[in-house]
């Protein structure tokens, strides 16, 4: 218990917000509020550092965040570092508890048998609150709007404007993802991939007619300009919300959504999603 003080009164000295791209992240209100949140969450929870994750997570001094490439949430820079709008959100939180954060690639299919197997703390990719994962993750707070986007070559976008022109596409889509959930709805052939990036090449490429991925990501990564100008997306399939999942029963989401409410407040989140242009998505 002595250790766990020491840490936590380690983690409200020295709490600062991560920079979000060129965007400066930090504030005093959101500073001192999370952390204040920090301190109570740990203090609600249990004295026994077994049945506290946030506690084990202190303990060890690292917060394991499992995630794929996806730009513009969880991507590498030209140096290898992990950037993105939940990428820095989270190496944020990570210092607000007063510990590093380490990134680990997982496959999504997965996330729930690593995430028990504690070989992540967390999933933070920009992850649907879909039932399974509310089941199964004791999740933060939705933070972000999203939708399952159809992705077409532009020039024949003009023929997919509606689900029932879709029925003769064979669909490229992230395996476990929510894309595949909503083409599996739809009863349209598909191809599982291992992440949305490939699902892209994949039509890029011409081996699959489509693909459906976030609109987020959709947003950042087809059309003029990007990597991707020869693709577009046309009709949305759903309407979701993102939000972060730990263990079931962990306390670390109580304490995330008082991070995200602190940085809600001073503005710091609105930076971050600025400087990765889905500033339109967030939830206030």
């Known amino acids: 218990m002595k250790k766990l003080l020491v840490m ?13 791209g060129s965007a400066e992240t930090s504030g ?9 949140s920090t301190q109570s969450a740990v203090a609600a929870g249990s004295t026994d550092s077994e049945d506290s994750d946030m506690a084990y997570v202190q303990d060890k001094g690292t917060l394991v965040v499992g995630i794929t490439d996806f730009e513009p949430m969880d991507y590498q820079n030209e140096s290898g570092e992990w950037i993105g709008f939940d990428a820095d959100m989270a190496r944020g939180f990570a210092e607000s508890i007063g510990v590093e954060v380490e990134f680990v690639e997982i496959d999504w299919d997965n996330k ?27 999740c933060s707070d939705a933070y972000c709007n999203n939708a399952q986007v159809v992705i077409v070559p ?22 476990g993802s929510a894309g595949e959930a909503q083409v599996s709805a739809l009863a349209l052939s598909y191809t599982p991939v291992q992440t ?48 972060v999942g730990f263990r079931k029963g962990s306390d670390l989401a109580a304490a995330l959504n008082d991070y995200f409410a602190a940085s809600i407040a001073d503005g710091s989140m609105m930076s971050c999603a600025e400087a990765y242009g889905v500033q339109a998505a967030i939830i206030q």
Not at 8 to 20: I, N, P
Not at 113 to 138: A, F, Y
Request: charged share 15%.
């Open 8 to 20: 936590t009164m380690t983690a409200v000295m020295f709490f600062s917000m991560t920079a979000c």
């Open 28 to 36: 005093n209100a959101a500073s001192e509020n999370a952390a204040a």
């Open 112 to 138: 729930i048998m690593e995430l028990n197997g504690k070989t992540i703390d967390c999933v933070w990719n920009g992850m649907t609150l879909t039932d399974e994962v509310l089941s199964s993750m004791e």
């Open 154 to 175: 532009a020039d024949v976008a003009d023929m997919y404007q509606d689900t029932d022109s879709l029925s003769g596409l064979n669909f490229a889509v992230e395996s």
């Open 196 to 243: 949305q990036a490939d699902a892209l090449m994949e039509v890029a490429a011409g081996t699959s007619d489509a693909a459906v991925i976030d609109s987020l990501m959709a947003a950042a990564m087809v059309g003029e300009g990007t990597g991707y100008a020869d693709l577009t997306y046309t009709i949305g399939l759903n309407s979701e919300e993102y939000g």
